[in-house]
């Protein structure tokens, strides 16, 4: 079996590592720092750098998707490369069987577990404003911010406490006068990542080529 190396966005680690568990996966895992998922050209180039160096893998799979467009133009320069046709993050951990079947609502605020402690190490953390300009402010800015966005969802992919998260954003919700729904998150693409069963849903970028644009999927 070819010798596989996965970069995965941090924000994917609880969902995949128990997808590979569960297939008894020996593909190699490296994390992508956190800041990257903020800033399209450093994925791009560090991703990059990360690929130019592998000397001995036969399979790079990119578990990040398309991301901004960050991995739009990515040298496939020591090992065919495999990439999601997913948007982002959030389209993988609602994949199923199917990217066809995808429906997402590209209008609301979308969490799990990863997703809260990646809010919570933002600026925009409801504590961490309160504490800068004080409640009443805070609530103001946050509504400026959020403007029509006031439907949550938060994905249940089995991975972790759903009313953790479900406590960390009740009083966002609340400000905003928005709701909360529990969504189904079957993470279809890890698990056919953690088998190796890159069918339709996946771009394979021989190597010596790069990734195009005009794979991932469309805003409906």
């Not at 903020?38 to 990059?48: C, N």
């Not at 578990?63 to 991995?71: E, H, L, N, R, Y």
């Not at 993050?89 to 577990?113: M, Q």
């Not at 800015?141 to 938060?154: D, G, Q």
Request: net charge negative; aromatic share 10%; proline share 4%.
């Amino acid at each position: 079996m070819p010798k596989t190396v996965i970069l995965s966005c941090p924000t994917l680690r609880g969902e995949l590592t128990a997808a590979l568990a569960e297939a008894s996966s020996e593909a190699v895992v490296y994390f992508l720092p956190r800041r990257l998922h903020s800033d399209p050209k450093e994925l791009h180039a560090y991703t990059q750098d990360m690929i130019d160096h592998f000397y001995n893998a036969d399979r790079i799979v990119l578990c990040v998707s398309g991301c901004g467009g960050g991995t739009v133009g990515l040298r496939a320069s020591s090992a065919e490369l495999v990439v999601p046709r997913t948007r982002d993050c959030l389209d993988i951990l609602l994949s199923g069987d199917s990217l066809g079947a995808l429906e997402r609502d590209i209008s609301g605020v979308y969490f799990t577990e990863s997703w809260m402690e990646f809010s919570k190490a933002s600026d925009i953390d409801l504590d961490k404003l309160t504490a800068k300009m004080g409640r009443e402010a805070a609530e103001d800015f946050l509504r400026r911010l959020y403007k029509t966005f006031n439907k949550f969802y938060i994905i249940d992919t089995g991975c972790y406490d759903l009313q953790t998260v479900k406590d960390y954003i009740a009083p966002l919700v609340e400000i905003l006068s928005g709701t909360i729904t529990f969504l189904h998150g079957p993470c279809g693409i890890l698990h056919k990542i953690a088998r190796e069963a890159f069918d339709g849903d996946f771009a394979v970028i021989p190597k010596g080529g790069e990734v195009p644009k005009g794979i991932f999927l469309k805003n409906k």
